[in-house]
């Protein structure tokens, strides 16, 4: 503002010291030149003194910023139940089912495990219009070093825990630990949870493997390693309590049950991808139920089998979609086989059958395999079609001592499925499914099952 005034001053100083008219005074003249020349010496003082003073500052170091406040650690929630955030989906799963009323449902040549709910499960024969189980998940990170998840199976008046576990985040490395109870990482169907398998029903493999239930779960302790390499490589170690079967609850110390299994995959260029892994599963049996058929009076007999099962298994997968693009059309190939071998003593429950009057039991031994191989094309938005194709075999079965009046059924048990699907959204599906079902010696049963799986919520997403 002073430089404004002292400015317009000497324009009006220069103005009046033009020539002007003639009666302008000598001495007027002289004394606006005296106080020109004082106001230009105080103007340029003045602007020595604000470049000195700029000068000053510019040598100045500049102000420092204060130090933000030190971050809180990864993961902390603030207190409150508000920060206590989990993923929750709730899975409703129905269906209509037709099919051929069996006096013995099961397979042919193996052992009938149990696990269902309450005589309810998905390899179970029941018909008509079915209420399936339904799946309430709850999952969330716990801290930056683990994170949790609990799967509850809901069946009429029963709930069940299917899963209950906690996995690390940060051990590095590539190296996971999963603690709890768990789906086992063997075999690659295992891991899926009824709601996102692509048939109406497992395969005949598994409910042979680990009964009605079609899944074998752990309690205990996984241990997995990612290798660092170019081609994706894991390897996995569990020891878990074993009472699922093939194994029975036991009071004592100890493991019960061990598996390890192996993996790797990539891509083959930009629209196909495949993996392929080998599990073995080890576990003890004790007294466990079974039930075979006298050869020569036609009677069941009720035997407990006390020794070791062991299992191999072999899987693989390749999928397609343009350009790596699954939206509109892709095909999915899936095969796992297997070979188990059970070794023990297999006792008498009753003695009132002749052949536990006559000779009792004694060793019994089995080798059995089987497998199955199956295709989903998704041949527009939201539209699928599976062939799915099961064999078994019965393999060899020794009884030991009773082995002459045991029956041992020289039968294949085989199964051929084809399923039409409808998911609107990723939430919702719709399935028709179609089965020529031979896994019960001397039955052809035409099955027909008509099903809806509905998800609410966001649920944790599925593996590869």
Request: proline share 5%; hydrophobic share 40%; glycine share 10%.
């Amino acid at each position: 503002m002073q430089q404004s005034v002292t400015a317009s001053r000497l324009a009006m100083m220069v103005a009046l010291a033009l020539p002007g008219p003639a009666f302008a005074d000598e001495g007027d003249l002289a004394r606006l030149r005296a106080e020109m020349a004082a106001l230009r010496a105080q103007y340029e003082t003045r602007l020595a003194e604000l470049e000195r003073e700029v000068e000053a500052l510019a040598a100045q170091p500049s102000a420092t910023a204060p130090a933000p406040a030190p971050a809180p650690m990864g993961g902390a929630r603030p207190a409150g139940a508000s920060a206590f955030n989990p993923e929750v989906s709730l899975v409703l799963n129905g269906r209509y089912r037709h099919a051929e009323a069996l006096e013995e449902p099961g397979i042919t040549g193996f052992v009938k495990g149990g696990h269902g709910h309450e005589g309810e499960a998905h390899g179970d024969a029941r018909r008509g219009f079915l209420l399936d189980e339904s799946e309430l998940v709850l999952a969330a990170n716990v801290d930056h070093l683990f994170r949790g998840q609990l799967n509850l199976a809901l069946v009429d008046e029963t709930v069940e825990v299917e899963e209950a576990w906690i996995q690390t985040l940060a051990l590095g490395h590539g190296a996971t630990a999963k603690a709890g109870r768990f789906l086992s990482g063997i075999g690659y169907a295992n891991g899926q949870h009824p709601h996102a398998w692509d048939f109406a029903d497992p395969a005949l493999m598994y409910v042979a493997l680990f009964g009605e239930h079609g899944s074998y779960a752990q309690d205990g302790l996984q241990l997995s390693w990612v290798a660092p390499l170019e081609q994706w490589v894991e390897m996995g170690i569990e020891l878990g309590r074993g009472s699922a079967f093939p194994g029975t609850e036991r009071d004592r110390n100890g493991l019960g049950a061990t598996a390890a299994f192996v993996r790797t995959g990539g891509d083959v260029g930009d629209s196909s991808s495949w993996r392929a892994g080998l599990s073995w599963l080890g576990t003890r049996a004790h007294e466990r139920e079974s039930h075979f058929e006298d050869a020569v009076s036609e009677e069941e007999v009720a035997g407990a089998f006390s020794g070791t099962s062991r299992m191999w298994i072999v899987d693989a997968l390749w999928k397609w979609a343009p350009d790596g693009n699954p939206a509109a059309r892709h095909l999915t190939l899936q095969a796992e086989a297997f070979r188990r071998v059970e070794r023990g003593d297999l006792a008498c429950v009753e003695d009132e059958t002749p052949a536990c009057a006559d000779i009792g039991m004694g060793d019994y031994r089995t080798r059995q395999w089987g497998g199955y191989v199956q295709g989903v094309y998704q041949f527009r938005r939201g539209w699928r079609a599976g062939l799915r194709f099961d064999r078994l075999s019965t393999g060899t079965i020794d009884y030991g001592a009773a082995s002459e009046r045991l029956e041992r059924p020289d039968f294949s048990p085989t199964r051929t499925s084809l399923m039409l699907d409808w998911s609107p959204s990723e939430f919702s599906r719709l399935r028709l499914q179609y089965a020529r079902d031979r896994s019960v010696e001397a039955v052809t049963d035409h099955q027909w099952t008509l099903q809806y799986v509905m998800s609410l919520g966001a649920h944790p997403a599925h593996a590869f």
